[in-house]
């Protein structure tokens, strides 16, 4: 048991199953509340679970390099407005919102190159188109239905692939616990002030979903930080892709929405062409390691 525990890829697959119930814990809350509000409490509860863990390690929860914390930070939350905007509409499946969602390294490789000058080999290119043709198969029969969400969830995943460069621009001088603490804290105002016009106090029925939601993804956060901190970046971030699968697993489950062709086949080309772009060279993934917090 204690050599389980002590293996990165078991933290990640917990990390993906606290991320897959907290897509659950929205979509049932929002029925009673709008997503941004739900999301809103979810990373003000993951800016505890940081501010927990920095006094914990008695580590520094300020950021020095503010200009990269911001940009970070800003980044991160248009991500987070997309994925929230999406898990609160039962027009689109919870499932193909991991999914696309998941394209996040797939920008991060294609961008590396223009932004940081970094090499992009040939295979990640080829690793990067395939992912594209994946999420043109998965969302093309739904165009007409969630068009609209899967493009602002890929503009968020894009988003979120600039998030991840500037992270990488931030050092290793900054901490992992003020670095998410920032981005925690910036997306969750945000989110509460964006839905403030359709704010809904939440009735003793929607605090389960809401705190479900903050509950999950504080603790999949904290199980991101010790798998990282127990295993390589390119090994996990391939495991990580294990969410897709227990996303729509869970959905089929417990919303009774078996996945179509479409979807297994778009998701598994996404997949693959994640898990290609993450192996593409342990220097370069060992540097593309998230913060312990993120717009899922």
């Given at each position: 048991?204690?050599?389980?525990?002590?293996?990165?890829?078991?933290?990640?697959?917990?990390?993906?199953?606290?991320?897959?119930?907290?897509?659950?814990?929205?979509?049932?809350?929002?029925?009673?509340?709008?997503?941004?509000?739900?999301?809103?409490?979810?990373?003000?509860?993951?800016?505890?679970?940081?501010?927990?863990?920095?006094?914990?390690?008695?580590?520094?929860?300020?950021?020095?390099?503010?200009?990269?914390?911001?940009l970070r930070s800003i980044f991160g939350t248009v991500n987070a407005l997309a994925v929230f905007l999406a898990l609160?509409?039962?027009?689109?499946?919870?499932?193909?919102?991991?999914?696309?969602?998941?394209?996040?390294?797939?920008?991060?490789?294609?961008?590396?190159?223009?932004?940081?000058?970094?090499?992009?080999?040939?295979?990640?290119?080829?690793?990067?188109?395939?992912?594209?043709?994946?999420?043109?198969?998965?969302?093309?029969p739904a165009l007409r239905v969630s068009g609209d969400l899967a493009l602002a969830l890929l503009l968020g995943a894009?988003?979120?692939?600039?998030?991840?460069?500037?992270?990488?621009?931030?050092?290793?001088?900054?901490?992992?616990?003020?670095?998410?603490?920032?981005?925690?804290?910036?997306?969750?105002?945000?989110?509460?002030?964006?839905?403030?016009?359709?704010?809904?106090?939440?009735?003793?029925?929607?605090?389960?979903?809401?705190?479900?939601?903050?509950?999950?993804?504080?603790?999949?956060?904290?199980?991101?930080?010790?798998?990282?901190?127990?295993?390589?970046?390119?090994?996990?971030?391939?495991?990580?892709?294990?969410?897709?699968?227990?996303?729509?697993?869970?959905?089929?489950?417990?919303?009774?929405?078996?996945?179509?062709?479409?979807?297994?086949?778009?998701?598994?080309?996404?997949?693959?062409?994640?898990?290609?772009?993450?192996?593409?060279?342990?220097?370069?993934?060992?540097?593309?390691?998230?913060?312990?917090?993120?717009?899922?």
């Amino acid at each position: 048991m204690k050599s389980v525990l002590r293996s990165g890829v078991f933290w990640i697959l917990v990390t993906e199953v606290c991320f897959a119930l907290m897509r659950m814990a929205t979509r049932w809350g929002a029925v009673d509340l709008p997503g941004w509000e739900i999301g809103g409490v979810r990373f003000l509860g993951g800016a505890l679970v940081a501010w927990g863990l920095g006094r914990a390690r008695g580590v520094s929860l300020r950021v020095r390099d503010q200009k990269n914390a911001w940009l970070r930070s800003i980044f991160g939350t248009v991500n987070a407005l997309a994925v929230f905007l999406a898990l609160g509409s039962p027009r689109i499946a919870l499932g193909d919102v991991a999914t696309l969602t998941a394209t996040a390294p797939l920008f991060v490789a294609l961008f590396s190159g223009p932004v940081l000058g970094e090499r992009v080999p040939p295979r990640v290119l080829a690793g990067a188109a395939l992912g594209f043709v994946g999420v043109a198969v998965l969302a093309q029969p739904a165009l007409r239905v969630s068009g609209d969400l899967a493009l602002a969830l890929l503009l968020g995943a894009c988003s979120y692939g600039f998030a991840i460069l500037r992270l990488r621009r931030l050092g290793p001088h900054e901490s992992s616990e003020a670095i998410a603490l920032h981005m925690s804290l910036v997306a969750g105002v945000t989110l509460l002030l964006v839905s403030l016009p359709r704010f809904v106090v939440p009735s003793p029925r929607a605090l389960v979903p809401l705190l479900a939601s903050a509950a999950a993804g504080g603790l999949g956060q904290v199980a991101m930080s010790r798998a990282y901190g127990l295993g390589r970046a390119a090994r996990l971030s391939a495991v990580s892709y294990a969410g897709v699968v227990i996303t729509y697993a869970f959905e089929a489950f417990s919303f009774a929405r078996v996945p179509g062709l479409n979807q297994w086949l778009g998701a598994a080309l996404v997949c693959a062409a994640g898990i290609v772009v993450s192996a593409r060279s342990r220097a370069a993934a060992d540097a593309d390691v998230p913060a312990p917090e993120t717009g899922r």
